[in-house]
């Protein structure tokens, strides 16, 4: 396993340490919101936001780099 895998798993572990059982009501919530967002067209398709975020990756390299010079 190489040192990345380590890593992503430790935070994994260290999230799932963190969790908590969500009540009845938290969870019927949470259904009334997605039902209200998706009625009210509050919601992105999933490649929709994968576009986006590479389009602020896409920004934040150029406001780290300038000179436009590839960082590797």
Not at 13 to 22: A, G, V
Request: with cysteine; charged share 30%; aromatic share 6%.
């Amino acid at each position: 396993m190489d040192d990345k895998n380590v890593i992503k798993m430790g935070k994994a572990k260290s999230y799932d340490s963190n969790l908590e059982p969500m009540s009845v009501e938290e969870f019927n919530n949470n259904i009334d919101q997605s039902l209200d967002d998706s009625i009210n067209d509050r919601i992105i398709k999933a490649s929709d936001l994968k576009s986006k975020t590479q389009e602020w990756g896409s920004v934040f390299h150029l406001l780290n780099n300038p000179s436009g010079g590839n960082v590797c």
